[in-house]
């Protein structure tokens, strides 16, 4: 069952076999964003409650490429661990989201900032006169509604991206944290994101100290 009162510019759906089992493919392109998206769809959703999603946003440097300084591709392949253990859930991919909503080419430029001036993942994107954070999230709330989800439980650490869903319509009933351990080339990102974007990554504590303020 699917809710045809969502209009989409766009969708098709099929079944893809992946290397963790069969998923249901939904590719729309979304009306307002124009942007082409995909969702991955693992069990029957319809009128469901509860049900285990993550919404990631497009980062080809670290889901393609496994770079490895931020956690997007670890957290991209958690994800999709745990809704095959629960044997129920969605995978949310959003294009458009690079960096934040910045672009790859911008994305790229604060990689030259970080590096070379030591600037984070936050004053790299404003020196640039970019914003920190331009994502929608809509076209994410559009494909949980037509899939006839009635409330989720979101994998993710950044409470903004709930309160973000919920202002779409979107039901959570939970928040399930989706921490990747840190390493020497990420741990500057990740820390950014905890004491900058106010992310909640409670596993940093013994690796860093506690974010200032706490
Ligand atoms: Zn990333």
New binding site residues.
């Given amino acids: 069952m699917r809710d045809q009162t969502v209009e989409f510019t766009d969708i098709a759906e099929a079944d893809l076999m992946t290397s963790r089992g069969k998923f249901r493919t939904v590719a729309f392109r979304d009306s307002a964003d124009g942007n082409e998206h995909i969702a991955l769809v693992l069990g029957e959703l319809w009128q469901q409650r509860d049900v285990l999603v993550r919404v990631h946003s497009e980062?080809v440097?670290?889901d393609i490429f496994s770079?490895r300084r931020?956690e997007?591709g670890d957290q991209l392949g958690a994800a999709l661990d745990r809704i095959v253990q629960r044997g129920r859930g969605v995978l949310v991919y959003l294009r458009g989201h690079e960096g934040r909503g910045i672009g790859l080419v911008a994305k790229v430029r604060t990689h030259v900032l970080q590096d070379e001036q030591g600037l984070d993942t936050v004053d790299s994107a404003t020196s640039l006169g970019l914003p920190v954070d331009a994502r929608d999230f809509g076209p994410a709330a559009r494909v949980l509604k037509y899939l006839g989800v009635r409330s989720v439980e979101l994998m993710s650490n950044n409470a903004d991206k709930m309160t973000a869903l919920e202002s779409y319509g979107i039901g959570i009933s939970a928040r399930v944290p989706l921490l990747i351990q840190p390493t020497d080339h990420n741990i500057r990102y990740l820390t950014a994101k905890r004491d900058r974007l106010g992310h909640d990554l409670p596993h940093l504590d013994s690796v860093v100290g506690g974010s200032a303020g706490k």
């Fill in positions: 980062c440097t670290g770079a931020c997007c």
